[in-house]
């Protein structure tokens, strides 16, 4: 199976901030990533997929981008609502597989 | 609106067995797979697998096979989800989550490789003796 790795497990920053996520594949995955937000104790939300195509509804400050084995996902002025823990998810090669996840905290 | 809808929190014993329900609205059940998703306590998401709810194919990941069924009843818009065997490490939340992408074949049966794009609210379950 595709391993996908998040990079960093952890990230401080200020609201306002440009906040950068990285997610690595061990194989090439084309554009079949996707970008969840989580909040506790609530389910999965869905931001971006296809790497860099948004989720209606999802504001535009997210932006995905990458191909083949990296991947980021970009927000360009980080919002008190933003403060939560992100996957990466890749839908290329059967079975489905998830990153660590990466909990973006109040700096 | 679409909206997934799951069972209750349970409690079990090792060794026993339990079954989530997931009670879809708002769509046309027959046209989208049901993902399984877990999270264990203070960890990430792992899928489990999914279910084509249209002939009730279904297909999971390699650590799952022969202790994870996933049926479904399309007359109530509801999949089901039964994990058997279980130890304290199958102590997580478990959510159903909707497939959206493109229909594929693999090993012979029709696979949506895609996102998920709704999920159920989570059901928690907890082994313990």
């Known amino acids: 199976d595709i391993q996908m790795t998040q990079s960093p497990s952890t990230l401080s920053a200020s609201v306002g901030d440009r906040v950068t996520i990285t997610c690595r594949a061990s194989?090439?995955?084309?554009?079949?990533l996707a970008w969840y937000q989580q909040k506790p104790g609530k389910a999965p939300k869905v931001l971006i997929f296809k790497a860099s195509s948004l989720e209606s509804g999802v504001p535009s400050r997210f932006s995905g981008s990458g191909s083949g084995t990296e991947f980021t996902l970009t927000i360009s002025s980080l919002q008190p609502d933003d403060f939560a823990t992100y996957y990466c998810q890749q839908y290329n090669t059967y079975w489905w597989t998830f990153g660590q996840g990466t909990k973006v905290e109040i700096k | 609106q679409v909206q997934l809808v799951q069972s209750g929190a349970e409690v079990r014993k090792p060794g026993a067995s339990v079954k989530v329900s997931c009670e879809a609205s708002g769509y046309t059940f027959t046209n989208y797979d049901i993902n399984w998703v877990r999270q264990a306590p203070g960890q990430g998401l792992e899928w489990m697998g999914w279910m084509n709810p249209n002939g009730g194919d279904t297909g999971s990941a390699q650590k799952f096979r022969g202790r994870l069924t996933m049926t479904r009843s399309t007359s109530i818009k509801t999949a089901y989800m039964e994990l058997s065997s279980l130890t304290s490490e199958d102590t997580a939340v478990y959510y159903c989550a909707r497939g959206t992408g493109e229909r594929i074949t693999i090993f012979g049966v029709l696979v949506t490789r895609g996102y998920f794009d709704y999920w159920g609210q989570g059901t928690l379950v907890t082994v313990s003796s």
């Open positions: 194989q090439s995955i084309s554009t079949s």
